[in-house]
């Protein structure tokens, strides 16, 4: 089967969590015996509107540079160009399916093209974007915006981005994108979300009619056995969080938890992850004064694989809408318990494996924190606790199942 995976960012250049997921995939596909291209848009952009053709690991890659004067916004605004060129690349590979993963940076009307040359299309809603131009549906990094919100409310959370674009045709502009989207889930042949909780939020949110939606979890490349556990250390929890050092993934929440217990001094807070925001890691730093954290910057995978061999918890106090957390997955899959806000996806997958605390309640979280400290025992039954974490391998072989009953 020929498959034709459509993507706002593709790595090496950007190897975020859905970029990192679909290149796993395209290699798992490809390892089947399937032909996999990609088309993607990217970071780097040209005046001349350039189109760069790579291989990425054995799988052919064109990648569409915008021009900014005139595209910067073409995922939400859309592209005539952009869409021409997803279409010629299409032609060019002649697949028997395509799968649309975004269309941020590359243009909200792809679907529809491709619908209209006659491939069967999947369309996977990885974050928020269809009904968010900032992706998260947060006004701020700290902030998650009501289902209620109006068109009227986006556009006075969009005004200082808009350019001086005046509030009512920014509104118009934000129903026009809207309108046009639904369209796009509409074309689609089998819209895909990665959880109950995205699904059930779509269906909440006003003004928005997302239509029949396929709850496809996604996994991670497992490789390996699980490393074996630390030894216990009495009256000491070693704490490890590596979800990224950005205030949407409430850093800053965990740090709060430790410095408000009486017994800060038996918690170790080990966090992983090239610096962010300047201003927020002095923030970090200065809520870590007194306690004992590191902050132990960029690293390999094989470094997160030891982390189960070393810490005691994982924790993860996300404050953004979660719709998967592929760093959950992963310490699952490391045997590592796991604490997590009630944001999003998380909660359905740690299963008796984790713990769930109220989303930004840092003494929730302290409390939990303080409770594996004194119950020792309780990470071992966690250690040995059922989840939802799945297996990548698992995952494709479904998608494979989806691809071929279009396809035929």
């Known amino acids: 089967m020929r498959v034709l995976q459509v993507i706002h960012y593709y790595p090496p250049e950007?190897?975020?969590?859905?970029?990192?997921?679909?290149?796993?995939?395209?290699?798992?596909?490809?390892?089947?015996g399937h032909e996999v291209a990609v088309v993607a848009g990217a970071r780097a952009h040209s005046e001349t509107g350039e189109v760069i053709a790579t291989d990425e690991s054995g799988v052919p890659t064109r990648r569409i540079l915008r021009d900014l004067r005139t595209e910067a916004l073409s995922g939400d605004a859309g592209s005539e160009r952009i869409e021409a060129l997803v279409e010629e690349a299409a032609r060019d590979f002649a697949p028997d399916v395509v799968h649309v993963h975004h269309w941020h940076a590359l243009s909200r009307g792809i679907v529809q093209r491709l619908k209209g040359l006659g491939y069967p299309v999947v369309l996977t809603l990885h974050d928020l974007f269809?009904?968010?131009?900032?992706?998260?549906?947060?006004?701020?990094?700290?902030?998650?915006?009501?289902?209620?919100?109006t068109v009227e409310d986006c556009a006075a959370c969009l005004a200082s981005d808009a350019g001086g674009v005046?509030?009512?045709?920014?509104a118009a502009m934000i129903l026009e994108r809207t309108e046009v989207l639904a369209d796009e889930l509409a074309a689609a042949d089998a819209v895909v979300v990665m959880s109950v909780a995205q699904r059930?939020?779509?269906?909440?949110?006003?003004?928005?009619?997302?239509?029949?939606?396929?709850?496809?979890?996604?996994?991670?490349p497992v490789e390996?056995?699980?490393?074996?556990?630390?030894?216990?250390?009495?009256?000491r929890l070693r704490v490890v969080n590596w979800a990224g050092l950005d205030p949407r993934k409430g850093t800053h929440v965990l740090l709060d938890a430790v410095a408000g217990s009486g017994r800060r001094n038996a918690f170790e807070v080990h966090l992983?992850?090239?610096?962010?925001?300047?201003?927020?890691?002095?923030?970090?730093?200065?809520r870590g004064e007194g306690l004992d954290v590191l902050f132990h910057g960029a690293f390999e995978d094989e470094d997160r694989h030891r982390f189960g061999a070393r810490y005691d918890v994982a924790v993860f106090p996300f404050l953004a809408f979660e719709t998967h957390a592929m760093t959950v997955d992963e310490a699952l899959h490391l045997g590592l318990?796991?604490?997590v806000?009630?944001?999003g996806a998380p909660p359905e997958r740690v299963g008796s494996a984790g713990l769930v605390f109220p989303r930004n309640d840092a003494v929730a979280l302290r409390a939990l924190l303080e409770r594996l400290l004194d119950e020792p025992e309780r990470l071992e039954a966690l250690r040995s606790g059922r989840h939802g974490a799945r297996d990548l391998r698992d995952h494709v072989g479904e998608l494979v199942e989806l691809y071929a009953n279009l396809a035929g």
């Open 337 to 339: 318990p796991v604490v």
């Open 341 to 343: 806000s009630d944001c």
């Open 200 to 220: 059930d939020l779509l269906r909440t949110i006003a003004g928005f009619s997302p239509g029949e939606m396929r709850v496809l979890p996604i996994g991670i």
């Open 166 to 170: 005046p509030a009512e045709a920014l």
């Open 130 to 149: 269809v009904t968010c131009p900032r992706h998260f549906r947060m006004p701020d990094a700290r902030r998650f915006c009501a289902n209620t919100a």
């Open 272 to 286: 992983y992850g090239r610096d962010g925001d300047a201003d927020y890691m002095e923030e970090l730093r200065e």
């Open 224 to 235: 390996g056995p699980r490393p074996t556990p630390p030894a216990p250390e009495a009256g």
């Open 14 to 32: 950007t190897p975020g969590g859905t970029q990192s997921y679909v290149a796993s995939a395209a290699a798992l596909l490809k390892a089947a």
